[in-house]
């Protein structure tokens, strides 16, 4: 399709002309002349605005993206014609620029300003915008798809793909999480025992991306029908070479490669496509808690280069989907470059792309914990959309199930001391088989039915008496030991007409550094949690020197399943490693039900459940996280279709009456 636009004047200085069609000329009550327009976008004027920044890719300077921001304009503005053709999405870029060839400019994706939405053009609101494209679906395979596979980077203990697979199973896509990678043991050791199935490596990502690579060189070099190629190179066994008679077999697919050994756990096990490509690259050179960050020039920085190894694999393996999670602060840092970065390499892929944050407490937990996720597909997919909200994350809320636990307990196994008293405690008791997680296969997990990981991070001998006396009420921290003062300014100071009280070790009650921490005006140190209150975020460490960790009525920290439970992993999930360790992984992951919400979103994309909509959110079904129908549909997916069927109606029934 050839479209007759016009080019209009920029206001500012040394900037290209906009680019628009009109579709509407008018002459206002004022009696000057008018025109409405539709716009078309620049990569430069979108959100990936600094493109000349990113050293790694560029666009193509005749792309541009249709959108639907429309105005009024003065006639005076008109500067010239323009050519531009509408050209398939799906098309690689070198096949682009021959359609393109006689056109000023070209168009394969729109853009969607409030949404950061970069998408195929599928169909247009506007009767009147001449849009009549409508992408073909890549295969009827894909609309009836029931499985598909993930490749999960920087797995930590594997919260990402847990809660996609969670997720797509209600909408009827199986995700079976094939590969995993994380440099770190513990976390590593942790996936292994959760997902028993799943391939998991613990290496360097960077180093993952090199055998990947090492590995493609491997399959061009000997993978050969027939060695009627003169050029084919040998068979090597045991360092040997072994000629093959013409018209044989020589290799007809490489399914393992191994390094530095014939150990299994160095050998990578890549059998098929990755389907979904999902990962949390590291954040700590983002976080506004990291006081040392390079504000200025952030992907100098080597914590955030693991961004460019994530899209790295992207580009080489080329999966369906993208999913990648990181801090809010990768949207503020310096103007959210690093943000704009991951969307622009994506956009330059010719992925059709999503970005936006999603708060944790929205989705039925009790901490706030905002993040951002990036979705990506491929012009032959259905891009994913954003779940809405099933929560009022500030009405609903509350600090986890208490359990009498001490200081002290070292205890990796306990018994339940409580019968589950709320809808929360009764989902994330639920059996590996009731929320159909398959990690274990058809296999029951072991440990299921107990309390893992019930333990805090045992204070030491003075933080311990500290904590003693913190007083058990809802605001209690520091500032209520003796001898606090609290100026006007909210600056807290120690009373000068009072001997400052000393711990049975000589040191101080009140430390130095809760005086001091954010100049005195910070109500974190030894904060004590409350029952009606949601908590920020789980952070990756238990001391409670800057941070609101305490229990609401125990001398202690959260313990790792506390903090487990505010992140949504189900309680039979282990993790392994030191106790800190333990704290770290769940700290790192991305909340379970988040990303559950957004495995739903996927499944519905992936069978092209979702296309035609021109909503870019879905609503998660009421029965989503509803506890009775969650054991239906694990007793309905071990028995027939019929009887499968006739359960879930029931389910329905019952979900709707409340009779939980």
């Not at 003169?230 to 290799?251: D, M, N, R, T, Y």
């Not at 990796?412 to 590996?432: C, G, H, N, P």
């Not at 711990?503 to 954010?518: C, N, Q, R």
């Not at 499944?603 to 959110?617: D, S, V, W």
Request: with cysteine.
């Amino acid at each position: 399709m050839t479209w007759r636009v016009r080019r209009m004047r920029n206001a500012g200085e040394n900037l290209p002309d906009y680019i628009g069609r009109i579709t509407e000329f008018f002459e206002g009550v004022d009696g000057r002349r008018y025109f409405a327009c539709r716009w078309f976008f620049r990569p430069q004027d979108t959100v990936i605005s600094n493109t000349k920044l990113f050293k790694d890719h560029t666009h193509d300077p005749k792309r541009v993206f249709l959108s639907d921001e429309r105005n009024d304009n003065d006639l005076d503005c008109i500067v010239s014609k323009v050519k531009i053709i509408q050209v398939d999405p799906k098309l690689d870029q070198e096949a682009k620029a021959q359609v393109a060839a006689d056109a000023d400019l070209y168009f394969d994706m729109s853009y969607t300003v409030p949404y950061s939405t970069f998408e195929n053009i599928t169909l247009d609101i506007n009767e009147n915008s001449g849009i009549s494209f409508d992408a073909e679906a890549n295969s009827e395979s894909d609309a009836a798809a029931t499985k598909a596979t993930i490749l999960d980077l920087y797995s930590g203990c594997g919260g990402m793909s847990t809660g996609l697979c969670l997720g797509a199973v209600i909408a009827g896509l199986q995700i079976e999480t094939r590969w995993a990678v994380d440099l770190n043991t513990n976390a590593w050791e942790s996936f292994k025992y959760n997902h028993p199935i799943t391939e998991v490596r613990n290496e360097k990502v960077e180093d993952f991306l090199l055998l990947l690579q090492e590995w493609s060189v491997l399959c061009d070099k000997y993978i050969h029908k027939h060695n009627d190629d003169a050029s084919a190179s040998p068979l090597k066994v045991g360092g040997e070479e072994h000629e093959l008679g013409k018209g044989k077999l020589v290799i007809d697919k490489l399914t393992a490669i191994c390094y530095g050994g014939a150990k299994r756990e160095k050998c990578i096990y890549f059998k098929g496509d990755v389907d979904v490509l999902c990962g949390g690259p590291p954040c700590q050179g983002l976080s506004g808690n990291n006081r040392h960050r390079k504000c200025d020039k952030p992907l100098d920085d080597d914590k955030n280069r693991q961004i460019v190894t994530f899209m790295d694999i992207v580009s080489f393996l080329k999966p369906k989907y993208v999913l990648m999670e990181n801090v809010a602060d990768i949207l503020k840092l310096n103007g959210g470059s690093v943000g704009r970065y991951a969307l622009s390499r994506l956009v330059a892929l010719n992925y059709q792309s999503r970005m936006g944050l999603m708060v944790a407490g929205c989705y039925g937990l009790p901490q706030f914990r905002m993040r951002m996720f990036l979705w990506g597909a491929l012009p032959t997919m259905v891009l994913p959309k954003y779940p809405l909200p099933t929560h009022d994350v500030v009405v609903h809320g509350g600090a986890p199930s208490a359990f009498s636990v001490s200081n002290d307990e070292t205890a990796d196994e306990t018994m339940y001391s409580v019968k589950a008293e709320t809808e929360f405690q009764r989902y994330i008791r639920l059996s590996r088989k009731e929320m159909l997680d398959y990690s274990f296969g058809d296999n029951k997990g072991p440990s299921e039915g107990m309390l893992l990981d019930h333990r805090p991070l045992k204070l030491n001998k003075d933080d311990y008496e500290r904590v003693k006396q913190i007083p058990h009420q809802k605001g209690a921290n520091f500032r209520n030991l003796t001898g606090v003062k609290v100026g006007q300014d909210n600056v807290a100071y120690m009373d000068p007409t009072v001997k400052p009280p000393c711990l049975e070790s000589g040191k101080p009650l009140v430390p130095y550094y809760a005086l001091s921490f954010m100049h005195g005006k910070s109500l974190k140190p030894f904060g004590r949690l409350w029952w009606d209150e949601t908590v920020p975020t789980v952070f990756t460490r238990a001391e409670p020197h800057n941070q609101i960790i305490l229990h609401p009525d125990q001398a202690r920290v959260l313990t790792v399943r506390e903090n487990a439970r505010l992140q949504g992993f189900p309680d039979y999930y282990r993790m392994y490693g030191p106790i800190k360790e333990r704290y770290m992984q769940v700290g790192n992951a991305v909340a379970v039900p988040v990303a559950r919400a957004l495995g739903y979103a996927l499944a519905q994309a992936f069978q092209r459940k979702t296309e035609g909509n021109n909503n870019l959110m879905i609503v998660l079904p009421g029965s989503f996280s509803d506890v009775a129908m969650m054991r239906v549909r694990a007793r309905a997916s071990s028995s027939g279709a019929e009887a499968a069927a006739k359960e879930l109606e029931g389910a329905s029934y019952l979900s709707s009456s409340g009779n939980n």
